[in-house]
RNA sequence: GGGGGUGUAGCUCAACUGGUUAGAGUACCAGACUGUCGAUCUGGAAGUUGCGGGUUCGAGUCCCGUCACCCUCGCCA
């Protein structure tokens, strides 16, 4: 070793010990005849001092830099009372330096590693190995490193096989759009790296593994979002012989363990449940923040008769007005109400009515519309007191619901209301096994094409398949899905009826997912499993508002990576090894590539 | 593909309605200083205002285009 102890671990009780740091040069004070040196490695940050006496050893350190690294010998010492930094951990001591030696120089950085300030996101991809040197970045890995660990530990206990799938498997497009590898030795075709290992793990289930689990990197060729990188990685699990709770008990204790490590929290077990159509209907969203409460109304009856031409149009047409009752605590000024309608205009919403409920008079632009009995209605529905507001949205149901969990989730920001130290978890289950694409009237799978339905909507697959249910499930914790999973189909005929109503024929179905189709002949268990974003949950468990925070080396909003400059083109001879030519080609000008 | 935001010294930022030689802190270079811990003090060097056009006597500022990054809608079974 060329160190003897680590800059965080030096305490009073090493005074008169001979030591050997190494580590970065934090911070230089340089006082002509004294010079004080920050000596900073993961564990912390030790000050050295070199007296003008120390010789060879000053001489060498006058001329050291920010970023250096170096070794330092020398004894500790016990700081006098008045001279200690009760701001660092090793504050009390320092080291007499005698021995200097610079391991390596640098130049001056071009982010900034130390103090408040904190280099453009931009430069920290650029140079994230550099920002790995400031402490708040190292813990996001270390809380990842800290996740991991403990899944292995639990899936480990439970008695979970952990089982490897290929990164290179066929593409079995439906879904997001596949990232593709050409093949070198059959021209003409390709593999696709994995959205996920969901026909693999089914298929250890057929071949009796009974629980399977492993930690999988996922690829998804889809556009990006602070919560969504192209690759991403996935707890994924499957069990046999089990129904619904089974796995959602399996999930419940993994993230118990996991808020009450990593942020010092006990959730109580089991978790909430709430069916999809409830979501929907009280948060305007199937991942409901419980945070907070704000349940969004509906006034749709209470209106019925109403004459106001925002309500009337709306409910004529055959939609919904929603509402949102504020308890008075949360009153808004004219100018946050007045800046409502841009926060649901993504949504399509027209505005956002509002009016005042007192007790001498409503007040506000909305209250003349309403006739006492309208009051009276809105008061039973919105249990609204004396001081408090109403805010209404009025249109379609498919604009207004999206509208008034964004305004919820507006609310829930402005007021405070998002807690970042208050986990809450919650199931949405009964899923709808299909959704209607608006424009054809197909069906689509809303969570994938092997879940199950719901026993006793079997017969609606045929007459109403719109409302049949799926046995699938959400985990949400504090509005982000963080695990999504269902019971899967296990008997062939429903698989085949599944298939069909999505539009995909037997010759398709053999085409695409032949090997599964074949391997459900030969004794399948009923099966079901989960997986589970662990980017979200460490990001979550961390506090970060995005993932790329908890991911090493992640990639920008146009999926580039900006250290190793990925996406990059490649030689002609690798692109002829591949069979692949290029058709469009913008000429090279992003000066990256060269 | 659409909408919004940002882009000025190595870094973080400033520059009113278009107007003199684009400033400050920090880092860097040189010097001073024996108890600092965001050390202090003196001096110096440092700029294609993302890039390309345009309007104007004059553009960091206005207009058009374009690139990068961030947020977001669509998309993400």
């Known amino acids: 070793m060329l160190r003897s102890h680590t800059c965080g671990e030096l305490r009073a009780e090493h005074a008169d010990e001979r030591v050997t740091l190494c580590g970065w040069v934090q911070n230089r004070r340089d006082h002509g005849g004294l010079l004080f040196i920050d000596l900073r490695d993961r564990y912390g940050v030790t000050q050295c001092v070199l007296d003008p006496d120390a010789g060879e050893a000053a001489e060498i350190a006058d001329r050291v830099r920010l970023e250096w690294v170096v070794r330092v010998s020398g004894s500790v010492r016990l700081r006098p009372e008045n001279k200690q930094n009760p701001d660092r951990e090793t504050g009390a001591v320092e080291i007499v330096v005698d021995g200097f030696e610079v391991l390596s120089r640098a130049d001056p950085l071009p982010v900034a590693v130390t103090g408040a300030e904190r280099s453009s996101e931009e430069l920290g991809l650029r140079y994230r190995y550099l920002e790995f040197r400031r402490p708040e970045v190292r813990r996001a890995l270390e809380v990842r490193a800290q996740v991991n660990r403990i899944v292995r530990d639990y899936m480990h206990e439970l008695e979970f096989v952990e089982v490897e799938t290929p990164i290179l498997m066929k593409s079995t497009p439906e879904g997001a759009r596949d990232y593709l590898v050409p093949s070198r030795v059959h021209p003409g075709e390709f593999y696709a790296l994995p959205q996920s290992p969901q026909l693999l793990k089914q298929i250890l289930m057929i ?28 707890l994924d699990l499957e069990m046999s012989f089990v129904e619904e709770e089974d796995v959602q008990a399996v999930m419940e204790g993994l993230l118990r363990r996991l808020t009450s490590e990593v942020a010092g929290v006990e959730l109580p077990t089991p978790f909430a449940r709430m069916s999809y159509a409830d979501a929907v209907e009280t948060y305007g969203t199937d991942k ?12 749709t009856d209470a209106l019925s008769a109403s004459a106001f031409v925002v309500f ?3 409910i004529d047409a055959g939609g919904r007005v929603r509402c949102i009752a504020l ?19 993504d949504r399509g919403a027209r505005g956002v009515a509002w009016v005042k409920v007192r007790a001498d008079g409503w007040a506000g632009p909305v209250a003349k519309h309403l006739t006492e009995a309208e009051r009276a209605a809105l008061t039973e529905a919105t249990a609204c007191v004396d001081g408090g507001t109403l805010l209404f949205l009025a249109g379609p149901r498919s604009v207004v619901e999206p509208a008034s969990g964004d305004l919820r989730l507006h609310l829930g920001k402005a007021f405070g209301l998002r807690d970042p130290a208050r986990f ?4 949405v289950t009964e899923f709808p096994m299909y959704e209607v694409v608006e424009e054809t009237g ?14 006793e909507d079997i017969p609606l697959l045929e007459t109403d398949p719109a409302s049949a249910r799926a046995r699938a499930y959400d985990l949400v914790l504090n509005g982000e899905e963080i695990a999504g999973g269902s019971i ?4 062939r005929a429903v698989q085949g009826t599944i298939f069909r109503q999505l539009g995909i024929d037997e010759a398709e179905a053999q085409e695409r997912f032949g090997f599964f189709v074949e391997a459900l002949r030969y004794g399948v268990p009923p099966h ?21 925070d908890v991911i090493a080396f992640p990639k920008t909003t146009s999926a580039a990576d900006l250290m190793s400059g990925a996406p990059s083109r490649v030689d002609q001879a690798q692109l002829d090894d591949l069979h692949v030519s290029l058709t469009e080609c913008a000429p090279d000008d992003d000066g990256a590539s060269e």
């Open 327 to 345: 308890a008075p605590e949360y009153s808004m000024s004219r100018k946050q109400l007045d800046a409502l309608p841009a926060v649901v205009a």
């Open 442 to 455: 197909a069906l689509v799978a809303k969570h994938h094409p092997f879940t199950a339905p719901v026993a």
């Open 312 to 314: 009337k149009g709306a």
């Open 207 to 234: 071949g009796g593994l009974d629980r399977y689990w492993q930690i999988a990197r996922c690829f998804r060729d889809e556009d990006l979002r602070a919560d969504r990188q192209p690759e991403f990685t996935q």
């Open 488 to 491: 899967r189909i296990h008997d």
């Open 528 to 548: 079901g499993g989960i997986a589970s974003g662990l980017d979200r949950v460490a990001a979550s468990l961390a506090g970060f508002e995005q993932i790329r």
């Open 288 to 299: 409901p923040d419980l945070r907070f409460g704000l349940p969004v109304r509906d006034v």
């Open 424 to 427: 809450e978890a919650v199931w």
